[in-house]
Nanobody, 123 residues
Framework: QLQLVESGGGLVQPGGSLRLSCTASGFTLDRYAIGWFRQAPGKEREGVSCIRASNDSTYYADSMKGRFTISRDNAKNTVVLQMNSLRPEDTAIYYC????????????????WGQGTQVTVSS
């Protein structure tokens, strides 16, 4: 009954910004660790960012530090990934995933997933 829906993807030029949203239904998102992952064609799914419940501690992959920001909007049952200074190598399908154990884990260990939203960074 847990569902996650990503939105906000699209086409953006290098250096531009996008704001992705992960909206939950069937559960209260603020009690879960929520991770953002991405997968480009021919590549493994990789972690982008994660936010834990309660204290809202956050984590970022090295290439995202200083460019991406993850946050919660509990009134909307949503986790947001603000992406700035986008690069062509950021092009991928972006997924959010939830873990009720409130741990930010590798993709293979995250139990609940959305369907993804396409982000394309191109001139």
């Amino acid at each position: 009954q847990l569902q996650l829906v990503e939105s906000g993807g699209g086409l953006v030029q290098p250096g531009g910004s996008l704001r992705l949203s992960c909206t939950a239904s069937g559960f209260t998102l603020d009690r879960y660790a929520i991770g953002w992952f991405r997968q480009a064609p021919g590549k493994e799914r990789e972690g982008v960012s994660c936010i834990r419940a309660s204290n809202d501690s956050t984590y970022y992959a090295d290439s995202m530090k200083g460019r991406f920001t993850i946050s919660r909007d509990n009134a909307k049952n949503t986790v947001v990934l603000q992406m700035n200074s986008l690069r062509p190598e950021d092009t991928a399908i972006y997924y959010c995933a939830a873990n009720r154990r409130n741990r930010c884990l590798p993709a293979r260990s995250m139990p609940y997933w959305g369907q993804g939203t396409q982000v394309t960074v191109s001139s």
